[in-house]
């Protein structure tokens, strides 16, 4: 579900005219919908309240590495989204959006000494710690600091899942997690310990997750170990369910309700009596964006393959060069009815000098030419945060829209600003 439809010829964000948005701003450049934000957020929010008995006061944390923009992360936070982060840098954003600090959630394989010790004088609501290493360097950053944060221990269930190998995070040989044994053995260990408060159990096995499967059996594991810990006289309260499930890229996609994926959640935990916490990136943030790019040329080959190339690249969206993943095109003006409108088969590349920077290869899509405007739906989650200056492009801005208001989230630099950050030797 999105608002990004077409009105009078052309598609629109809300009530703003992706035309109109291309002449003011330029292109490429992310848009996003703050009503498609609010309503996935909603859509959580509400099937996790139906289930008080076994989730509690839900917490949902929207994780932060997928759309970091301060004006996204402020437009869940007024809605009352905690944030799930991995780094100083997020936990930042997230402080600046108005998150506040006891919302926010650490997370995260490799955290230096400093995230550590910034989180913990942040007072973020709970640390996930991921090896027996980290412990022992929480311990004594805490110990030094004179605090007792609040901990989970994030367990890799050994079931991973996910759209893709490079974002399954839940599998046996994942870096992601410890396995179940060791995850209580470090529960006691760090219960022992007076400078830290174990809480929970954390897990996430993956992201793009389209069955409830995997899902499920995850939430099992932590419920038995839950009793287990229990059982040893250990104090658990709070289960961190992670993230990880997927949204429809194509129309027609088939993909876990909501409803049937929080109906499964409280199934699993009903009678447990924990506080629970979901971590949703792609679920909240995919569909609520697109990128809108302009046809730089259509060039076509002796041997009859057309290319469409556009002035997006790999460089402003990864996902299809990195994951192989599938992002719908569509032109955001419709044709006049009346021409010859069958589909094409295209490839649609950007200009970056290497193959890899191909976004679809024999794509049907109406005819278009030099000069149209095209969008890549699905775009709001692991889109503008990926994207990086290869081949000294300039970082594409991002639009926040809300109903007939827009504005630019992020400026698109200049090249004065991109050559401005960078120093010249003094020896040159
Ligand atoms: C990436 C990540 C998420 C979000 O994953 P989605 O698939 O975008 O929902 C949640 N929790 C952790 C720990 C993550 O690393």
Request: glycine share 10%.
């Amino acid at each position: 579900m999105h608002h990004f439809t077409p009105r009078d010829g052309a598609l629109h964000a809300e009530d703003v005219s992706l035309l109109d948005l291309a002449e003011r701003v330029g292109t490429p450049v992310y848009v996003y919908s703050s009503a498609t934000l609010r309503r996935h957020y909603s859509l959580l929010a509400e099937a996790a309240a139906k289930y008080p008995a076994a989730l509690g006061d839900a917490l949902i944390a929207f994780a932060v590495k997928a759309n970091s923009n301060v004006s996204v992360l402020a437009t869940l936070a007024k809605l009352g989204a905690g944030a799930d982060t991995v780094s100083e840098g997020e936990i930042r954003r997230a402080l600046a959006a108005g998150v506040p600090a006891g919302r926010i959630i650490l997370s995260g394989v490799g955290k230096t000494d400093d995230e550590l010790a910034f989180a913990i004088t942040t007072g973020v609501r709970q640390i996930n710690i991921e090896s027996a290493v980290e412990l022992d360097r929480i311990v004594a950053i805490a110990q030094r600091l004179g605090r007792a944060p609040d901990i989970a221990v994030r367990v890799n269930p050994r079931i991973g899942a996910g759209g893709h190998a490079k974002i399954t995070t839940g599998g046996v040989g994942d870096k992601f997690g410890v396995p179940a044994e060791e995850a209580l053995d470090l529960y006691a260990r760090a219960a022992a310990s007076p400078h830290v408060n174990p809480v929970g159990l954390a897990c996430h096995i993956g992201s793009q997750i389209v069955d409830l499967t995997p899902l499920e059996g995850a939430f099992r594991l932590l419920r038995s170990m839950t009793e287990t810990l229990r059982a040893r006289g250990l104090s658990v309260t709070r289960l961190d369910l992670g993230g990880g499930l997927g949204v429809p890229y194509a129309e027609d996609a088939a993909t876990a309700s909501i409803e049937d994926y929080m109906a499964m959640t409280a199934a699993v935990l009903d009678g447990l009596e924990v506080e629970a916490a979901f971590e949703p990136g792609r679920l909240l943030a995919a569909n609520a964006g697109v990128l809108l790019s302009r046809v730089i040329q259509v060039s076509e080959r002796q041997d009859g393959r057309r290319f469409l190339v556009l002035d997006a690249a790999m460089n402003d969206l990864v996902r299809p060069a990195m994951y192989d993943a599938f992002h719908d095109i569509k032109p955001v003006r419709a044709r006049p009815s009346g021409g010859d409108n069958s589909p094409t088969a295209y490839d649609v590349v950007g200009p970056v000098c290497e193959t890899g920077d191909t976004f679809a290869r024999d794509r049907p899509l109406p005819p278009l030419e030099a000069g149209d405007l095209v969008v890549f739906t699905g775009a709001g989650a692991y889109g503008a945060v990926m994207a990086s200056e290869y081949n000294s492009r300039l970082l594409a801005p991002e639009i926040l829209v809300d109903g007939d208001r827009w504005a630019v989230i992020r400026p698109r630099p200049s090249y004065e600003e991109m050559l401005a950050r960078e120093t010249r030797a003094d020896w040159l």
